[in-house]
């Protein structure tokens, strides 16, 4: 087998010269694949001779078979031989390319493969440093009152009616025409009065109630519910109120502040969660600057990017985002249900997102290769270790078990973090 090449930026033509007696071969095994498809009489149905099915089938009957065979086998021995070669798609044979004669076959192979970058300015440039947003006080009282709040208990009272903002315990039953529905029914819920937590109306409703009223609540389902049974549907619940809770705050003093901190007084507190505040504003503004540099340098490359790469990672993110839906029980399916959203439609809406992460990857990685940047492998062991610590796995047996794909994921996180340095260090951000 002999081959050219011919590449015009991400697509590769490859064209394969078979001779005489590599075609017979393939040819023999593509009868041997197929002779139990035929019955003649006179033969056990796969033992008929090939000259004979080719007699009365024709000389071609296996042609196409054996083509596929050559084009399977000698397309994986050209990239063996090739290890440069990266296919982002799977090959296509050219069947226009297709001849064949008594000295053998030649055919071609269509083949996309990673883009050429033409990579623009990435060392000496000069970022304009973003200034950290001010503190002000009304948030770090506004982050104390989140605290408070997190640390309020609620008491039991038996004085009064029902209030806003109170946490009641209740029993329900809902009906629609007067038929009880899936899921409307449950006993001893809480249910925080403001929280808007039920439907539309439910909740105002049960202001004014006392413990052991019961009462039935008329409200409305939404027309864009996600039961359609009860879209847009009127319906009766039932409500008996067992219990009501009120919501207790402690007082914003030192006490509170030695209760829930390692301060002994509320103005110490309260300037650590400033001083806190202003780190991680100072920590966005960097973010953002190091954004800022990579989008630039990222933005002034050349590359023609082939629709298969971006379909690729739309194809990862569509998966991605079934796996989010998920943890929240719902599948691909329902949403589309709930939505009146389609895949085109989902699709489409990631084709910008998946185009500015291959272009970022392709960037990368040619900048990496050029300036020769590898793997430290204590820091890809370290991640490796780290992973598996957070994954509650034995060190020694996940890192046993690793695959040679599995450690390349860990190696690139290092040669990118590694390129990330090497960049914020040939650059100014001032």
């Known amino acids: ?18 001779n005489a007696t590599e075609w017979e071969g393939a040819m023999q095994k ?14 056990r149905k796969g033992h008929t001779p090939r000259r004979v099915l080719e007699n ?42 297709v001849k064949a004669n008594d000295k053998g076959v030649t055919f071609a192979v269509d083949v996309v493969v990673k883009p050429d970058v033409e990579l623009g300015q990435y060392t000496g440039l000069t970022i304009k440093k973003s200034k950290p947003a001010t503190v002000k006080a009304a948030e770090v009282d506004a982050e104390v009152e989140r605290i408070r709040e997190r640390n309020a208990r609620f008491v039991e009272i038996t004085d009064r009616a029902v209030q806003q903002g109170d946490e009641v315990n209740l029993d329900y039953s809902g009906s629609v025409d007067g ?60 409500v008996k109120i067992n219990a009501i809770r009120v919501k207790e705050l402690p007082e914003l003093d030192d006490e509170f502040a030695k209760d829930v ?26 973010i953002k600057d190091e954004n800022t540099l990579m989008e630039t340098i990222i933005s002034s490359a050349q590359i023609d990017i082939p629709k298969e790469m971006i379909d690729e990672q739309i194809d990862d993110f569509v998966e991605d985002f079934k796996y989010q839906l998920m943890y929240q029980g719902l599948n691909i399916d329902n ?24 272009r970022t990857r392709l960037v990368l990685e040619e900048i990496a290769k050029k300036e ?18 957070q994954a509650g796995i034995e060190v020694d047996k996940f890192t046993a078990q690793l695959t040679p794909d599995q450690r390349v994921y860990f190696e690139n996180q290092a040669i990118t973090e590694s390129l990330i340095e090497f960049l914020k260090k040939s650059n100014t951000i001032a």
């Open 1 to 18: 087998m002999k081959y050219v090449t011919e590449k015009n930026n991400a697509k590769l033509t490859v064209t394969f010269k078979v």
């Open 30 to 43: 593509a009868y041997e694949q197929n002779k139990s498809k035929y019955s003649v009489p006179g033969f």
């Open 56 to 97: 009365m089938y024709g000389k071609g009957l296996f042609f196409e078979d054996a083509l596929y065979i050559c084009a399977q086998e000698y397309y994986s021995e050209f990239l063996d031989k090739n290890k440069d070669v990266q296919p982002v798609a799977r090959p296509v044979i050219d069947e226009k390319s």
């Open 179 to 238: 038929v009880k529905f899936e899921g409307g029914t449950a006993e001893k819920q809480t249910l925080v009065i403001g929280s808007h937590t039920f439907i539309e109306g439910f909740e105002d409703q049960l202001v004014g109630m006392n413990i052991g009223e019961t009462k039935d609540i008329n409200v409305t389902f939404p027309a864009e519910y996600h039961a359609e049974d009860l879209k847009g549907k009127a319906a009766v619940f039932t």
């Open 261 to 286: 901190s390692e301060f002994s007084t509320l103005k110490e507190y309260k300037d650590d969660i400033k001083k806190n505040m202003k780190n991680e504003r100072a920590k966005e503004a960097e």
């Open 335 to 358: 949403y589309f249900k709930y939505t009146n959203n389609t895949m085109e439609s989902l699709r489409a809406n990631y084709t910008e997102r998946a185009e500015k992460a291959v």
């Open 372 to 389: 020769n940047l590898k793997a430290d492998p204590a820091v890809v062991d370290a991640k490796i270790k780290e992973y598996a610590v």
